[in-house]
């Protein structure tokens, strides 16, 4: 796989006798944006620590950056860039030392690393907060902040573990804003999430994974045509005749159907056909909504709705 940034065949992790990764098989071509979607425990941040070159693999292969990370770990580890699931910044140290102590791990010119620390801060902007102690910044400048840091080494390829957990709708789609100005730039990207929308927002493609295995891998668009509907008819009833019968109409014409404790889920081609075929059959629902099917239903239908401890 000579044009593979990342390449993995039959990827295995293990834990003593708990496997977290389960013979995966992917490929990250370069100036993409690749994501692991999947619920808590699915094996994506064993994945990716195997990809950061920090965290031996079990069985199987893995090639980085065309190169073996139990042979090459340390040469690669100067050639990435991690943002990990957690900050783990100096938040003793003003938001510039940040920066500076970190880019002198590459044994960075001086000058050179100045230069790159005023244009980290612009554009992720920090640089009226440059001197401020990283302690007391907001969620969303820390997040920044440790993306400017892993960006210091003009990285080849940029690792982001959950980059916007924990943050507002407004910190999340800032950060967005600049995760795809890099993307634009041409840096490759990998990340993890567990947020739909962000998956949709970011990657050019991405694996669906569930109890460590890869259950699904397209495009969110080719995703959501291989395993959705083109609509999703959402009905709500005042009582369980209501649902019931609706439910058996349903079944009857051939579409899927999924009960929810406040609704019913109807997965049909034609939204508003099935919505005629109700009113049709006397059933008057308190409320009927007719959506595009997206990448949670997605998710939902490959992972299930029950929580894994």
């Known amino acids: ?92 140290l003003s938001v510039w030392d940040n920066l500076i102590v970190y880019g002198r791990y590459f044994d960075l010119p001086r000058a050179l690393l100045r230069e790159r620390a005023e244009e980290l801060l612009e554009f992720m902007q920090l640089t009226e907060r440059r001197n401020d102690r990283v302690d007391p910044l907001s969620g969303g400048m820390k997040r920044r902040l440790t993306i400017a840091r892993a960006l210091i080494n003009e990285p080849e390829l940029l690792l982001l573990d959950e980059p916007t957990t924990g943050l507002d709708p407004q910190a999340r789609h800032l950060l967005w804003e600049r995760l795809y100005r890099l993307k634009s730039a041409g840096v490759t990207l990998i990340l993890t999430t567990h947020y739909m929308d962000e998956a949709e927002q970011l990657c050019d493609r991405l694996v669906i994974m569930d109890r460590g295995q890869i259950v699904g891998e397209g495009s969110p668009r080719q995703l959501i045509g291989e395993y959705c509907t083109r609509d999703v008819v959402e009905l709500r009833f005042a009582g369980i005749d209501g649902l019931e019968r609706a439910q058996k109409m349903a079944y009857d014409r051939g579409e899927r159907v999924e009960v929810l404790p406040d609704r019913l889920l109807v997965y049909s081609d034609d939204g508003e056909a099935t919505t005629e075929a109700l009113a049709h059959h006397g059933l008057e629902p308190l409320s009927v909504l007719v959506r595009r099917s997206t990448l949670e239903d997605v998710f939902l239908t490959l992972t299930g709705r029950t929580l894994e401890d």
């Open 1 to 92: 796989m000579p044009d593979a940034l990342v390449a993995a065949e039959g990827l295995t992790k293990q834990f003593g006798p708990f496997e977290a990764v389960r013979g995966i098989d992917f490929r990250v071509e370069r100036g993409e944006a690749f994501g692991f979607l999947g619920p808590n425990g699915a094996g994506k941040s064993s994945t990716m620590r195997m990809i950061a070159c920090v965290s031996p693999i079990t069985g199987g292969s893995l090639r980085v950056l065309g190169q073996d990370p139990a042979t090459h770990g340390s040469e690669l580890r100067g050639r990435l860039g991690v943002v990990p699931q957690e900050d783990n910044l100096d938040t003793e």
